[in-house]
């Protein structure tokens, strides 16, 4: 199976700053796009940024201005910097990707753990 291994979550006081990364392995053929999602308790999953193989990117509006997705394809990994943080973007963080896992394969949707990134004010 493909693992996702997440990492850089932590505590940090608002205004502060946290890098996220996101690390893809196993059986890979190309990644197709990968983004970040968060979610709180009670909540629904929600879209915090994306990137294509290509670099387009997508945030939500909440972030934009604020974090910054960025990825290394040579290396299967995605980070997201998060600047300026505040109380409300306090979440467990996932990581997902779009990928084949074989030349001319169907594509598929893997999740990582999740991190939790709290922001104290």
């Known amino acids: 199976q493909v693992q996702l291994v997440e990492s850089g979550g932590g505590l940090v006081q608002a205004g502060g700053s946290l890098k996220l990364s996101c690390v893809a392995s196993?059986?890979?053929?190309?990644?197709?796009?990968m983004g970040w999602y968060r979610q709180t308790p009670g909540k629904e999953r929600e879209l915090v940024a994306s990137?294509?193989?290509?670099?387009?990117?997508n945030y939500a509006d909440s972030v934009k201005g604020r974090f910054t997705i960025s990825r290394d394809n040579a290396k299967n990994t995605v980070y997201l910097q998060m600047n300026s943080l505040k109380s409300e973007d306090t979440a467990v963080y996932y990581c997902?990707?779009?990928?084949?896992?074989?030349?001319?394969?169907?594509?598929?949707?893997?999740w990582g753990q999740g991190t939790q990134v709290t922001v104290s004010s």
């Open positions: 196993g059986s890979i053929f190309s990644i197709n796009a």
């Open positions: 990137i294509t193989s290509g670099a387009s990117t």
């Open positions: 997902n990707t779009v990928l084949q896992r074989r030349v001319g394969g169907p594509q598929f949707s893997y």
